[in-house]
């Protein structure tokens, strides 16, 4: 059997906040909405790829969900990391510090910055090379 992944799902507490995040921040757009009595899945996704982030709105709560200590961070590729942290911070959404990852000292692996969303969900940007293709 062959699975394929197709999209990762997170709890918001304000549909426009978060839409506009995503399609601010990484040019995501609403690919379907389903709107039910108690809560409205968004699936956001952009031309890059096929796999969606599901924003799970629960309707009627009004207090900030407690990420605890189990929640990863979600990831994207770009291809020039220097503009579209210089992007992002133009844009107010305070992106993290630039860090060049080289464990062993010598040769970097990865270069990348985190942003958070506003409901603080972790995301890290990577440059495009060596494992990060896309």
């Known amino acids: 059997m062959t699975a394929k992944m197709i999209h990762s799902m997170i709890r918001v507490?304000?549909?426009q906040r978060s839409v506009a995040f995503y399609k601010q921040a990484f040019g995501l757009d609403i690919a379907d909405r389903l709107d039910f009595e108690d809560f409205t899945l968004i699936y956001l996704k952009n031309e890059q790829s096929h796999f969606?982030?599901?924003l799970t709105v629960n309707k009627g709560r009004h207090e900030a969900?407690?990420?605890?200590?189990?929640?990863?961070?979600l990831a994207f590729i770009v291809?020039?990391?220097?503009?579209?942290?210089?992007?992002?911070?133009g844009l107010g959404l305070a992106p993290r510090k630039l860090v060049e990852f080289a464990p062993d000292g010598d040769k970097v692996i990865a270069k990348f910055f985190?942003?958070?969303?506003?409901?603080?969900?972790?995301?890290e940007v990577l440059q495009k090379g060596g494992r990060f293709t896309g």
Do not use: K, Q
């Not at 969900?65 to 961070?73: A, F, K, Q, S, V």
């Not at 985190?114 to 995301?123: K, M, R, S």
């Open 13 to 15: 507490l304000d549909e």
């Open 114 to 123: 985190f942003i958070t969303d506003p409901d603080g969900y972790e995301i």
């Open 79 to 89: 291809d020039d990391l220097d503009s579209e942290h210089a992007r992002l911070e």
């Open 65 to 73: 969900y407690n990420l605890g200590d189990g929640y990863g961070h």
């Open 52 to 54: 969606e982030l599901e």
